[in-house]
């Protein structure tokens, strides 16, 4: 049974964005993050949609408003204005800044491609001419040696070998959160690391000597509790103290801490997704 492929379905959407959401997955192989982003802003498009358009008479809540009986004639009726209209609404409406209407732009451009090219649902495209807002290059930000350590030694508590080892790995390695916490023990071999990438590739990492010290110091802690931690998770590097893979919020909220702690600016220095 394809698991990845009912973890992809929801009988709550419209059925063309379910199969949408399956190509995305079984067919170009996605990541689970990229298709989340891909259902959130598309059922928020269809959404708008329904609500622009005045099928929506009810006062109901916005996220409430169904959308699993969008049909193919509906599609079909879609317009580039009401794309426009949609990426206005995401502006003025939800406070959406550059980078999140572009990526909207990216998921419209990229469901009406495949309605056109691949399923043949509609003769035109009308995300085609659609434009993206105009994005600005961020350089990162890094932390002075000196930032570095104050972090560093800021670190405390139950979980410190862990934290620590976190902290660490983010200074000196350039990991975007969902890498570090998709590491697994088995793919740690002398001073390389194996990780997924963005866009479900996989590359190599190369660990300095604090990256392998801080790692040598943590294992033992993490490999004792072994027993405790869920069969599916048991190769994570990383453990929540439920004893799940940590996921990203988590890490977030211990980076924070210690960014605070530290006396250091966690909108500036905080780690990207």
């Not at 003025?92 to 998921?107: L, M």
């Not at 997924?196 to 943590?218: D, M, P, Q």
């Amino acid at each position: 049974m394809n698991y990845k492929l009912l973890n992809v379905f929801d009988p709550t959407l419209p059925g063309c964005l379910n199969d949408f959401l399956t190509y995305l997955s079984t067919i170009k192989g996605k990541s689970q993050n990229t298709i989340t982003g891909y259902k959130w802003d598309l059922s928020m498009f269809f959404r708008f949609l329904k609500l622009y358009k005045g099928y929506i008479k009810e006062d109901i809540n916005f996220e409430e408003i169904p959308i699993d009986d969008i049909d193919d004639e509906f599609i079909k009726k879609i317009k580039l204005s009401d794309l426009y209209a949609f990426i206005s609404f995401a502006e003025n409406y939800r406070n959406n800044g550059n980078y999140a209407r572009a990526r909207k732009v990216a998921s419209l451009k990229s469901f009406f491609k495949y309605l056109h090219g691949k399923t043949k649902l509609i003769e035109d495209n009308p995300a085609s001419e659609l434009e993206a807002p105009k994005i600005n290059k961020r350089n990162p930000v890094y932390l002075t040696l000196e930032e570095s350590k104050l972090l560093l030694s800021s670190i405390d508590g139950e979980n410190k070998e862990r934290d620590c080892c976190i902290i660490t790995l983010f200074l000196n390695c350039g990991l975007r959160l969902s890498e570090l916490c998709s590491i697994n023990i088995s793919k740690i071999k002398e001073d390389t690391l194996t990780i997924i990438g963005k866009g479900n590739k996989e590359r190599t990492v190369y660990l300095n000597s604090a990256c392998l010290k801080t790692i040598h110091s943590y294992l033992p802690f993490r490999l004792s509790k072994n027993d405790k931690v869920y069969e599916k998770d048991r190769d994570a590097l990383f453990i929540s103290r439920n004893n799940r893979r940590i996921n990203k919020r988590s890490v977030e909220l211990l980076v924070k801490k210690y960014i605070s702690k530290a006396g250091l600016d966690y909108q500036k220095y905080s780690p990207t997704n």
